[in-house]
């Protein structure tokens, strides 16, 4: 689909590399990510997955290679991207409503509203307010709503803005199944209505497999790029480990067999996910 699509990129990675002091998380990391495109990007702990994401946000400066977001070079306040951290509990403590949280999301790059902007801007957050299921909670303060419930503020926050760009670091956690259908239905309607281009982390593939265009696997320095059915083979994730793994298509599903507990995809999750369909 990339090249069909064709135009500016809206992600472009070039001979990137990510070291930290002698450690290499990545190395000659070429990639396009074009406007309504789904990559995925996977990996065992610590092979640099959110690093890429701080990258991507300007949190995190390259060691090596060239890295452009939304045409420009990635900083603070860029607007074009929205965010889906990766989930922390927010402390019971913070007093902040829901609706302010995703508010901030519409105002980053608005100035001086005006009375028809704030009429707007009510109007937007409510629509992505109801579109994450929050209403109900919209008013609470965020640090006495479970897990799940502040997740989807967040989304509903990433959402808001409008974004070219939309990064996501494990955003299904913590939400139950039917919550997890209708955040990666959110995303996937905004990639395919706005053109935001996604890139998305995550431990478990098979929730968004038929929305992924690419995987981005990493794995103790080594990476590959493709399609799920090139990147999720027996062939390739034995080479990128360095081991022999085996990977089963069940059901639509992908399955690792004999995985170690330090691979990607977790065999006892997956056989959960099957029982509940
Ligand atoms: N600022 C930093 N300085 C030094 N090392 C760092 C820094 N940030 C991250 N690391 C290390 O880099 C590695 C990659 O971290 P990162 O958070 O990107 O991994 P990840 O793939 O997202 O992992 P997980 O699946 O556990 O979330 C880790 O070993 C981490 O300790």
């Not at 299921?133 to 997740?151: C, F, H, I, N």
């Not at 959110?186 to 265009?213: K, M, Q």
């Not at 027996?234 to 170690?260: D, F, K, N, P």
């Amino acid at each position: 689909m990339t090249e069909a699509r064709g135009g500016t990129p809206a992600v472009s990675l070039s001979g990137a590399r990510l070291s930290y002091g002698d450690r290499t998380l990545w190395d000659g990391l070429d990639l396009d990510v074009q406007p309504g495109e789904f990559v995925a990007v996977l990996g065992p702990n610590g092979s640099g997955k959110t690093s890429l994401m701080r990258v991507l946000l300007g949190q995190q400066k390259l060691s090596a290679g060239t890295v452009r977001v939304a045409g420009a070079a990635p900083g603070r306040g860029n607007r074009h991207i929205g965010y889906i951290p990766q989930q922390r509990a927010l402390d019971p403590t913070v007093a902040v409503r829901g609706r302010d949280l995703v508010g901030l999301g519409y105002d980053g790059h608005r100035w001086g509203l005006g009375i028809g902007g704030m009429r707007e801007r009510r109007q937007r957050v409510d629509a992505a307010l109801a579109a994450v299921g929050a209403t109900a909670y919209a008013d609470r303060p965020v640090g006495l709503l479970s897990g799940g419930e502040q997740q989807r503020l967040r989304v509903a926050q990433a959402l808001v803005g409008d974004p070219e760009v939309l990064l996501c670091d494990e955003p299904l956690l913590s939400l139950d199944l039917a919550h997890q259908r209708a955040v990666s239905t959110l995303i996937d309607a905004r990639r395919r209505d706005a053109g935001s281009a996604v890139l998305f982390v995550t431990h478990e593939i098979n929730p968004v497999l038929p929305l992924v265009d690419r995987v981005l696997y990493l794995v103790d320095g080594r990476f590959r790029i493709g399609p799920p059915e090139q990147v999720m083979t027996s062939e390739t994730l034995s080479e990128l480990y360095g081991t022999e793994i085996a990977v089963v298509r069940v059901r639509g599903q992908i399955h690792i067999v004999g995985a170690h507990s330090d691979l990607c995809e977790d065999g006892a999750h997956h056989t959960e996910q099957l029982a509940e369909r």
